[in-house]
Structure formats: C-alpha cells, structure tokens
C-alpha cells in the first residue's frame, strides 16, 4: 500500500513569497500532521488534522496554516517566507487521532529553502 | 514543555557491536515510537510501543517502553553497515482527547566503521 505522498519535493522561493505544500496521507487514514525539522531545533510539531478540522497547533506564528479536504489529503501554506524558514516540511498520518495507541508514519518531506 | 532527551549525540563502532540508545523525559508518555533517518528521506518507523513495561523486537532491533512512562531505550544487536543514519525516539505526550503531536529527541547519529 502507497506511503505518504509530499509534493513537490524540493523547491527554492524567494523571502516574501509564500508556498503551499500538499500531503496526501496512506490510504485509509485521517490523521494528518505536519513537522518542521532543521538543523538548530530538530523536528518541531506544527499542526494536526482530522476529518478537516485542526485538532491540535504547535508554537508557529500565523504565516504557518494548514487545511485537510474530505479525502484526507491536507496542504500546509506559509506565508511572508523568511530564511528561517528553510527547512525540511514533513507530513506524517495515522488511522485515527488522539493520544493513546497511534502508529504515526512519515513521507520523504519537502525540501523548502527560501532565499 | 514537554522535552525528550536522547543520548548519546552520536555513536562510533565497529560493525558487528551492539548499539544501544536512550530517551528519558519529566513528563509521561502514552506511545514511544523510534524513528531511523537517511540523509534528505524522512523518518521510517522502526518500532511502535504502546504499553509501560512493553517490550518489543523488530529483527535485529530492540526497544523498551519504560514502566514509568517517562523513558524508553532502543538496542541494535550485530549492527551491519546500513545501520547508519540518525536514530530519533519520540513520544506522544497526554494532551487533549481528539488530538495528538509527537515530541521529538535530539537524535542519536550512528557511525559503523567497517
């Protein structure tokens, strides 16, 4: 069964710009979180979706929002880039939401350097 | 906030040692997953616990769910060169129901020389 699915891979924006990331999760779930990881502060959680609602928020200013459709795919957008926001943008799923029991996989993350 | 500390930083061997890693907290977990990351891929589970006490094998792989909920270890027997790569544990922290986040160590680099 097909994996986490992040598009685009890699991509280069210039400081001001903003970029949308797009998740599609492993089929069947509806769990949809995204983490940022660079090199000073390793992997920090951003958001959580279920069933098209955000359930949880990590410390991320504003210009960081995210959604999830109906199909469970979810896009995460930020606005205003910075050059702190170079990064590696991973999505990761689950079954189900909630704090107890949950196997949470990753895909291979987008590349985000903004310069 | 809830901070997971992983040690050690990083690992030189042998191949053919065994490798063991640690993570430990202040605050209770309900779930420790360990993670293994290549360069430029994203984290591939290795090992799910879900239970204080549990304890849980993936081949070559070994890991542990402390009985206090606050630690868990991961043990790597007869470690062959693909084991290279950043090993990260991360839990999932009591918060609201309907919700969830992972809290992430630092990461353990693992070096095998041949």
């Known amino acids: 069964k097909a994996g986490v699915t992040q598009t685009p891979r890699y991509l280069i924006k210039t400081r001001g710009q903003q970029v949308t990331l797009s998740c599609s999760p492993i089929?069947?779930?509806?769990?949809v979180s995204w983490y940022q990881q660079t090199p000073g502060q390793g992997l920090q959680f951003l958001f959580e979706?279920?069933?098209?609602?955000?359930?949880n928020k990590g410390n991320f200013p504003g210009r960081f929002s995210g959604r999830q459709f109906s199909n469970s795919r979810s896009e995460m957008n930020v606005s205003t880039l910075e050059l702190g926001d170079s990064a590696l943008y991973l999505c990761a799923s689950s079954l189900k939401t909630g704090h107890s029991g949950n196997t949470i996989y990753f895909g291979e993350g987008s590349w985000l350097t903004v310069v | 906030g809830q901070q997971l500390n992983q040690s050690p930083q990083s690992m030189f061997i042998q191949e053919g040692e065994d490798v063991s890693m640690n993570c430990t907290s202040s605050?209770?977990?309900?779930?420790w997953l360990w993670y293994k990351q290549d360069p430029g891929e994203g984290p591939v589970l290795l090992i799910a616990l879900y239970k204080a006490g549990e304890l849980t094998s993936n081949g070559r792989l070994t890991a542990q769910f402390g009985i206090t909920r606050k630690d868990s270890f991961l043990n790597i027997s007869a470690s062959i060169p693909s084991d290279v790569g950043i090993y990260f544990c991360a839990g999932q922290p009591i918060i609201i129901q309907g919700a969830q986040k992972l809290v992430f160590g630092q990461g353990t680099r693992l070096t095998i020389n041949p």
């Open positions: 605050s209770i977990f309900n779930t």
């Open positions: 089929s069947g779930h509806r769990s």
């Open positions: 979706y279920f069933s098209e609602t955000q359930r």
